[in-house]
Nanobody, 123 residues
């Protein structure tokens, strides 16, 4: 059973930065698509970024530049560096894994989702 555990969230002031981590376990495939999405309070989910099986990275245009996705060499830990945060970035941030396209906005088809890590940005 694949398990995804996010960490690194917290409360920060506007302009601050955080690095979120997603630790994956329980899969045998050498590479699977992995990515991040978020759900702000009272709003629908939003795809952020993803790395597909071949290593191709895609981002939401509105977030590219402030958000950077990366992965460790063993492809067991997925990172998201979030910078220059604003209160509008307040959300639960989730990791997702294993979907066919590996495109950032197709996370809804992912077979596995983590429980999320909360990011709260104050002005």
């Amino acid at each position: 059973q694949v398990r995804l555990v996010e960490s690194g969230g917290g409360s920060v002031q506007a302009g601050g930065s955080l690095t979120l981590s997603c630790t994956a376990s329980g899969y045998t495939d050498s590479s699977i698509s992995m990515g991040w999405f978020r759900q702000p309070p009272g709003r629908w989910r939003e795809g952020i970024a993803a790395i597909d099986r071949d290593g191709t990275i895609t981002y939401a245009d509105s977030l590219k530049g402030r958000f950077t996705i990366s992965q460790d060499n063993d492809k067991k830990i997925l990172f998201l560096r979030v910078s220059n945060l604003t209160p509008e970035d307040t959300a639960m941030y989730h990791c997702a894994a294993d979907w066919p396209s590996g495109y950032y906005n197709d996370y809804g088809a992912a077979h596995y989702w983590g429980q999320g890590t909360q990011v709260t940005v104050s002005s």
